[in-house]
């Protein structure tokens, strides 16, 4: 998934990532069970951290064509797989980017955001955790264009 901000060093406007999948995508395998997302959490779509436990082939799409990459941040005082700025080379903060309601992957931001499709010819086994619920249901389909990608895992 991509969105838009402004650069907290250089204030250009660039892309940001981030990993989603729509809810109707995602099995918990934990419990041995379909388990249905959206209705139980109220997302429509589930948004990561790119800096999470996502599928390797994901992480080197977003390093190779997207320009993330390991980065040290001060704040948070070690390296992390993040979001660059393509012109003043500052690492974007995942707190800024998923924990501000009004951020892209925010849950009240109302930025167009684009999901990148990727095919797969296999399931993608990741440890994330589900572990909000809302209420009223969130939409964030509803602000996004789809693109098929070239990308195939």
């Known amino acids: 998934m991509e ?3 402004s650069c ?3 204030k250009r406007e660039i892309s940001v990532f981030a990993f989603a999948v729509e809810s109707n995508n995602i099995s918990d395998i934990s419990e041995n069970q379909l ?7 109220g997302y429509d779509l589930f948004i990561w951290s790119i800096s999470g436990d996502i599928s390797p082939k994901i992480k080197e799409i977003l390093k190779n064509d ?3 990459k390991d980065k ?11 979001n660059n700025c393509p012109y003043c080379n500052g690492i974007q903060g995942e707190f800024f980017l998923h924990s501000e309601p009004e951020s ?12 990148h499709k990727i ?3 296999q399931g993608l086994i990741s440890n994330l955790y ?9 939409s964030f389909l509803d602000r996004c264009k789809i693109i098929e990608s070239k990308y195939i895992i």
């Open 104 to 115: 892209p992957f925010g849950y009240l931001g109302d930025s167009e955001l684009i999901l």
């Open 35 to 41: 388990f249905d997302v959206e209705r139980e959490t």
């Open 66 to 68: 997207f320009g993330c």
């Open 130 to 138: 589900i572990n909000s619920q809302i209420s009223p249901a969130i």
């Open 72 to 82: 040290y941040s001060k704040t948070v005082g070690g390296t992390y797989f993040a």
């Open 3 to 5: 969105g838009k901000i």
């Open 119 to 121: 095919s797969l010819t």
């Open 8 to 10: 907290w060093r250089c």
